[in-house]
């Protein structure tokens, strides 16, 4: 029987299974990374990437680490942008295009088909705090949706934006933002990934904007640490191999088992 949790839940293993090194220099990363990025399409022969810009960090950050490497390739990178409805911060999305400075911009509303599907789901008796819940990932995965149906039209691959702090937390959404051809942003700690929008040049605003999953209607924007129970900055602290107090790891240790699931293959007879 093959356990999909993992067989220490030490701090050591943790990092190590999430590939977060012990060094890390800004600059050596963000051309390692690009330099990744173009390699993986010369060898797979793709016209380029697609990626949802949301105008939070990660995705600020592996836009312009994708645009960069298709500008190396003479390849195509399309941001998209895939509000449901009018976004709240659309003014902070319009600042992270400008700054990526992509080939092309798609924009798709997800909001007739999120409210379609939904409402042909007959769940209209469902509990309002779980319907939101659950209309959220729905919001994340016809993102999912949308950029895979561009990037097939065109012949390219879809970028990922999870890094090792999510990772951690299983915050994303199975088959939704967790879903990607390839994810330029694993290993690294939400600090580091700040260093690296720093190193780009990335708008300052962006750079300490306030993470934010804000997929829920009933807690719109809500504070992706709030919703954890912890900051980033200790998480951050726990997969660099630093010291954390007691509640902190328990919470991040026990989120780390309790979404194993979201980090392995689904599995088959042979594990149960």
Do not use: W
């Amino acid at each position: 029987m093959t356990s999909l949790a993992p067989t220490h839940t030490d701090q050591d293993s943790i990092r190590r299974a999430l590939g977060v090194p012990d060094d890390f220099d800004a600059v050596e990363e963000t051309e390692r990374r690009i330099g990744f990025l173009a390699d993986y399409l010369r060898s797979t022969g793709a016209t380029g990437y697609v990626l949802g810009i949301s105008g939070g960090l990660d995705s600020t950050v592996a836009g312009r680490l994708a645009s960069l490497a298709c500008s190396q390739t003479g390849t195509t990178f399309t941001a998209m942008r895939l509000p449901y409805g009018v976004q709240h911060d659309e003014d902070d999305a319009a600042d992270a295009v400008r700054f990526i400075e992509p080939t092309r911009t798609r924009t798709v509303d997800i909001k007739p088909a999120v409210d379609g599907l939904f409402g042909e789901s007959g769940l209209a008796d469902l509990d309002p705090e779980r319907a939101d819940f659950v209309k959220g990932n729905v919001k994340a995965r016809q993102r999912m949706v949308a950029q895979y149906t561009v990037a097939g039209a065109e012949g390219s691959l879809v970028i990922g934006t999870d890094q090792a702090a999510e990772a951690v937390m299983g915050f994303f959404t199975k088959y939704g933002d967790g879903a990607c051809d390839v994810a330029p942003l694993l290993g690294l700690t939400k600090s580091r990934v700040r260093e690296i929008a720093r190193h780009l040049g990335a708008p300052q605003h962006l750079v300490e904007k306030v993470p934010t999953a804000d997929l829920e209607d009933l807690r719109p924007g809500l504070p992706d640490e709030e919703a954890y129970g912890v900051t980033y900055a200790e998480i951050d602290a726990y997969l660099v191999g630093e010291d954390v107090g007691d509640e902190a790891r328990t919470i991040i240790e026990t989120a780390y088992r309790a979404t194993a699931h979201k980090r392995a293959l689904p599995p088959g007879p042979e594990d149960v």
